[in-house]
């Protein structure tokens, strides 16, 4: 108990660089120390990862809240190596997709809920938008259930949106019909190192009382910078020959960098081909 409460307050004060209270006596403790000692794991050890396990671990995920109970989220398990490969091919820069014990891919399913209404012969005219973002939306509540059961039992994963580079390509691999589209994949698999902490925005930042307020964001977004620099200092500049070297070179600028190139703008193309509306 005094170990989690330790333990809490230090992943926390290196996450959001604050102090924050946690009373011995609250339950659950061991949960929370668990949750807030996150770390996304690229290495893993050289053991398989039981079948039964990634099973039951399917079964915890999708136990999740389903909007409206619809249930619009499939977990699709990587297992052939040919597929796998294919998904590989199209994302060169992430050798431990091809690493990892399991790959599985979590996909949007907005296919079964108009072929109910139609098995139904009922009319089905929420066809818009929301139908998209509410698979989308399961999709990721049941792939972070995932993550938490796989960290329940010590498993290490990393979530890999990149799948989206070329989500044909993907849809094609994997078979995807109608309607059915990848959110993310993760990779899993024992952890082969500890991993570190990556510190986030602070609270004041992204935690709001009731309503947003007047705020100077730059003033935060630079205090972030340079506490992040402090702890985990970017080992490499992106893009370095059309930014140049910067002299201090923080979150915000990463992400700026990053961001200035265009990249997924046949997504939106790629789920209206698979039958979404998003009007
Ligand atoms: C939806 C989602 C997609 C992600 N996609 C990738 C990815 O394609 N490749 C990768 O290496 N990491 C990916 N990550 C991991 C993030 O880079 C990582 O969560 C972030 O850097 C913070 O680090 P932490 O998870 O260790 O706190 C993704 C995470 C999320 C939640």
């Not at 011995?24 to 079948?51: M, N």
């Not at 098995?119 to 399961?138: I, T, Y």
């Not at 990393?158 to 994997?174: K, W, Y």
């Not at 915000?252 to 960098?257: F, L, Q, T």
């Amino acid at each position: 108990m005094a170990n989690d409460v330790a333990a809490i307050k230090t992943a926390l004060f290196e996450r959001f660089g604050e102090d924050i209270a946690v009373d011995p006596s609250w339950p659950g403790l061991d949960a929370l120390a668990r949750i807030t000692g996150h770390r996304s794991h690229r290495r893993f050890a050289d053991r398989p990862l039981e079948p039964g396990l990634l099973r039951l671990l399917c079964a915890c995920a999708l136990s999740a809240p389903s909007k409206s109970d619809l249930q619009q989220c499939d977990i699709i398990h990587v297992a052939d190596a040919s597929i796998r490969k294919a998904i590989v091919a199209t994302i060169p820069d992430m050798p431990w997709i091809e690493d990892a014990p399991a790959f599985l891919v979590f996909a949007g399913n907005g296919g079964r809920l108009p072929r109910l209404s139609h098995l139904r012969g009922k009319p089905f005219p929420n066809d818009h938008l929301d139908q998209f973002f509410n698979a989308a939306v399961d999709a990721a509540i049941v792939m972070a259930t995932f993550m938490q059961a796989a960290a329940a039992v010590g498993l290490g994963f990393c979530p890999i949106s990149a799948i989206r580079d070329h989500p044909q390509t993907v849809s094609d691999a994997l078979g995807l019909p109608d309607r059915v589209f990848p959110v993310a994949g993760l990779c899993i698999g024992w952890p082969a190192q500890s991993g570190e902490i990556t510190p986030r925005l602070s609270l004041s930042t992204t935690v709001v009382e009731n309503s947003y307020r007047e705020r100077d964001l730059a003033a935060e977004i630079d205090a972030y910078d340079r506490r992040r620099a402090q702890l985990r200092p970017y080992r490499r500049q992106r893009n370095v020959e059309q930014w140049g070297e910067a002299k201090f070179y923080g979150w915000s600028e990463d992400k700026a960098r990053q961001y200035a190139v265009l990249t997924r703008d046949d997504f939106g193309r790629f789920v209206r081909k698979k039958g979404f509306c998003l009007d």
